[in-house]
């Protein structure tokens, strides 16, 4: 794998870009791997790469039925941010975090990581309580995080409206190195260093079955092209986990939702950090390109559908013209859903499963993008050593029938 740097490009200029090699190989897939792991989105591949860089595991197939990062990993609003108030939680997507801060030099590879500072909107005198505390349990936990006054989110945040008759700005929980990144990137920055330790990344390659041996353990996949043989299979594929676990021969206790978004035509620079409106239930960044990205709620009924919806989009919007009036001088460019996967306490599920040596990473509701780095981070040592190690220890299934949960919807008034 060449290494990409100011050399290269002008080595490249130089001879009419004809020396770049493809970022990631297709090959067909071998008969068996050590590893197989089911979904190339952003929690798949960083899974891959850690049992890779991490455990010199490589013998290992990323399967995707689709395209390689062509689900949630493509279709979100690339927040990032670790300001949780459990310990479990708040412990995973700060090590996500810290991984996003380094990802680009780590991978060799431009994810575009922007910590230009996430602030979590008070708009009611109970999520002025309810972020003091969250900003008092992050000091405890490492987590740099601070309540602000309306002068100070007004300071941040020039074209917001602090006094909206309905929704009055009080205050709010600001992360000054939370931010985004390219969603794209991201998924790319691990494929093409996955293939370069030798992983195969087999796209278009759908999951229609999962073999047992007779110890009990997997012992490996039927696909679209062919049976593949594993000695351990990983599943993380999102809003379809209930599918694949079927298969293997267990359910899940999560359910599929659509999650919409939607982004405004292109505009001048006006706002440069992320905002989140938990009250009216909207959030919003601008992009590199100009655009307003904003997020609303997850549709109120099961489904697996990609496409929006007006209702959302007016919902959500409709909330936020009081809080940025300007929103509603912008024409929506387009709109998109995501499938996501919901548990009773909106926190991701990092576990074995009933079937032998298969494990699963799902879950991850609203709040997948921020976490990539820590999941597959926490998911390769799990699956790698063939226990979880702190990092997922409290995300196990078996918190569901002890009575565990590590409820943030309550935690934080709404599941992001």
Known sequence: MKRYSAFAIAREAA????????????PKPKDRYDVVIVGAGGHGLATAYYLGKNFGITNVAIIEKGWLGGGNTGRNTTIIRSNYLQDDSAAIYEKARSLYEGLSQDLNYNIMFSPR???????TEHEVRGYKRTAHANAHQGVTTEYITPERVKELVPIINLHGPRYPVLGGLYQARGGTARHDAVAWGYA??????????????????????????????????????CGKLGIVVAGHSGVLA??????????????????????????????????????MSQSDKGEMVIGGGADGYNNYTQRGSFH?????????????????RLKMLRQWGGIVDMTGDRSPIISRTPLGNCFINCGWGTGGFKAIPGSGWAMADMMAKGTPGPLAKGF????FREGRFIDESVAAGVAH
């Open 246 to 283: 079927q298969m293997a021969g267990f359910r899940l206790p999560i359910e599929s939702v659509a999650l919409q978004a939607l982004v405004s035509e292109p505009i001048k620079p006006c706002m440069d950090v992320v905002v989140m409106a938990n009250t009216v239930h909207g959030y």
């Open 396 to 399: 196990g299934l078996d918190r």
């Open 192 to 229: 093409r260093a996955c293939s370069g330790m030798g992983m195969d990344i087999i796209q278009q390659c759908e999951v229609t079955g999962v073999e047992t041996g007779a110890d009990g353990n997997v012992s490996g996949v039927q696909t679209t092209k062919g049976r593949i043989g």
């Open 15 to 26: 001879r009419h870009h004809t020396g770049w090699e493809r970022a990631w190989r297709s």
């Open 117 to 123: 500072g996430v602030i979590m909107l008070a708009q």
């Open 312 to 328: 959302h989009v007016e919902e959500t919007v409709r909330s936020l013209v009081e809080t940025f009036p300007m929103v509603s």
